[in-house]
């Protein structure tokens, strides 16, 4: 637990069933007048992007949408998306969809500010100004990106995640509106609910914790743990899904102003060499990493236990903490997330080449518990196995 650190929130959060409708509002404010839409395609298709369109078009404003954003945004997407918005000559971004289209949308934003290749501009506060300005709208209730200053792209020589972490990255506003997520899939709520609560739980139990962030993180993961199922299994029920929205953004501003830890590492290891979908790994990798954990923090291990719904009666701290890793399991079985001995891709082979990019991840040095390469091979063999 830190002693000295910052808080930080420089985005302005609009929150509320119907929110989207202020939209042509906040693009005033902001003086937008040349609109570039970052999204994906699967959104197009859920009429979510037209939602959005709609309103610009009746506000007559001007606007081109790249739609081709795809699942662990690689750099070159990134490229062909900032020229073309160089092109337009765009003044304001809007970043509709999951992490991959508002990381995107950080990114363009950043090479439309400071131009270079998206490699210029990996690492921790490399930014001179702040990037184009930027509305953020999440259509899952996961990644926390509204709200944070990183930016997660893939290189796609390396195939390593790479990070633009800077404060001057952060959305000007963010728009959060539960109605935009009540079309999300199962399997998309499950994976980017768990992804929302590994980043509460490693927010609260990483080496750069501090109170506040502790806070956020607590009631973040008491209301993913008591919303996710709902909002899973009958995607419908709107307060489910506002309880997850609430959840996943409180738990963005916690890892936003701490950080995550060794899951974070392993699964972005894993997702840019595999392309696995970022909750999906997260979850898998969840249980093992937490176990390994405990002896770093037994107080803070049981505290999340409990809000997982342990037991309590007759059991020592320890007991209570470690029996936090089984209901880790069960809350991703529950939900339909596949083991990783199921996805035919991953290899054991591999483990070593993922087990060094999880030690060079920029997260590492936050683990509560230090990890080798080795540690980090047995946790991937332990992932694998399921024991
Ligand atoms: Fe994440």
């Given at each position: 637990?830190?002693?000295?650190?910052?808080?930080?929130l420089?985005?302005?959060i609009?929150?509320?069933?119907?929110?989207?409708?202020?939209?042509?509002?906040?693009?005033?404010?902001?003086?937008?007048?040349?609109?570039?839409l970052?999204?994906?395609?699967?959104?197009?298709?859920?009429g979510?992007?037209?939602?959005?369109?709609?309103?610009?078009?009746?506000?007559?404003?001007?606007?081109?949408?790249?739609?081709?954003?795809?699942?662990?945004?690689?750099?070159?997407?990134?490229?062909?998306?900032?020229e073309l918005?160089?092109?337009?000559?765009?003044?304001?971004?809007?970043?509709?969809?999951?992490?991959?289209?508002?990381?995107?949308?950080?990114?363009?934003?950043?090479?439309?500010?400071?131009?270079?290749?998206?490699?210029?501009?990996?690492?921790?506060?490399?930014?001179?100004?702040?990037?184009?300005?930027?509305?953020?709208i999440?259509?899952?209730?996961?990644?926390?990106?509204?709200?944070?200053?990183f930016?997660?792209?893939?290189?796609?020589e390396?195939?390593?995640?790479?990070?633009?972490l800077?404060?001057?990255l952060?959305?000007?506003?963010?728009?959060?509106?539960?109605?935009?997520?009540?079309?999300?899939p199962?399997?998309?709520?499950?994976?980017?609910?768990?992804?929302?609560?590994?980043h509460?739980i490693?927010?609260?139990?990483?080496?750069?914790?501090?109170?506040?962030?502790?806070?956020?993180a607590?009631?973040?993961?008491?209301?993913?743990?008591?919303?996710?199922?709902?909002?899973?299994?009958?995607?419908?029920?709107?307060?489910?899904?506002?309880?997850?929205?609430?959840?996943?953004?409180?738990?963005?501003?916690?890892?936003?102003?701490s950080?995550?830890?060794?899951?974070?590492?392993?699964?972005?290891?894993?997702?840019?060499?595999?392309?696995?979908?970022?909750?999906?790994?997260?979850?898998?990798?969840?249980?093992y990493?937490?176990?390994?954990?405990?002896?770093?923090?037994?107080e803070?291990?049981?505290?999340?236990?409990?809000?997982l719904?342990?037991?309590?009666?007759?059991?020592?701290?320890e007991?209570?903490?470690?029996?936090?890793?089984?209901?880790?399991?069960?809350?991703?079985?529950?939900?339909?997330?596949?083991?990783?001995?199921?996805l035919?891709?991953?290899?054991?082979?591999d483990?070593?080449?993922?087990?060094?990019?999880?030690?060079?991840?920029?997260?590492?040095?936050?683990?509560?518990?230090?990890?080798?390469?080795?540690?980090?091979?047995?946790?991937?063999?332990?992932?694998?196995?399921?024991?």
């Amino acid at each position: 637990m830190l002693d000295y650190y910052t808080f930080n929130l420089p985005t302005r959060i609009e929150f509320g069933i119907g929110k989207i409708a202020r939209l042509i509002d906040y693009i005033s404010e902001l003086n937008g007048s040349r609109i570039m839409l970052l999204t994906d395609a699967g959104l197009k298709e859920a009429g979510i992007v037209e939602k959005v369109t709609e309103l610009l078009d009746q506000a007559e404003i001007y606007y081109v949408t790249f739609d081709e954003i795809k699942p662990n945004p690689r750099d070159y997407d990134c490229m062909t998306a900032y020229e073309l918005a160089k092109k337009e000559e765009v003044d304001l971004l809007i970043g509709l969809g999951g992490g991959s289209c508002m990381d995107t949308a950080k990114a363009v934003g950043t090479l439309l500010t400071h131009g270079g290749t998206i490699k210029d501009w990996y690492g921790l506060n490399n930014l001179q100004q702040s990037i184009t300005p930027l509305i953020c709208i999440p259509t899952t209730a996961g990644t926390g990106s509204e709200i944070t200053f990183f930016s997660v792209i893939t290189d796609s020589e390396t195939k390593l995640k790479m990070n633009i972490l800077d404060n001057k990255l952060a959305p000007k506003i963010a728009i959060l509106d539960p109605e935009l997520t009540v079309t999300l899939p199962p399997s998309v709520t499950a994976s980017t609910g768990m992804d929302a609560l590994t980043h509460a739980i490693e927010a609260y139990t990483c080496t750069v914790a501090e109170p506040i962030t502790d806070a956020l993180a607590l009631y973040a993961i008491d209301l993913i743990v008591n919303n996710l199922e709902s909002a899973v299994h009958n995607g419908t029920n709107l307060e489910a899904r506002k309880n997850m929205l609430i959840g996943s953004l409180i738990a963005g501003i916690a890892f936003g102003n701490s950080d995550v830890g060794g899951v974070h590492c392993m699964a972005e290891a894993l997702g840019g060499l595999y392309d696995t979908p970022h909750g999906v790994a997260n979850s898998m990798i969840l249980p093992y990493v937490f176990e390994y954990n405990i002896p770093s923090n037994i107080e803070k291990h049981m505290m999340v236990s409990k809000l997982l719904g342990v037991n309590v009666e007759g059991k020592s701290k320890e007991e209570i903490a470690y029996a936090g890793v089984e209901k880790l399991t069960k809350l991703a079985e529950g939900i339909g997330i596949p083991k990783m001995k199921d996805l035919s891709y991953v290899k054991q082979v591999d483990f070593d080449y993922l087990a060094e990019g999880a030690t060079q991840n920029v997260s590492a040095s936050s683990n509560p518990r230090k990890a080798s390469k080795e540690d980090y091979i047995l946790l991937f063999e332990k992932a694998f196995h399921g024991n």
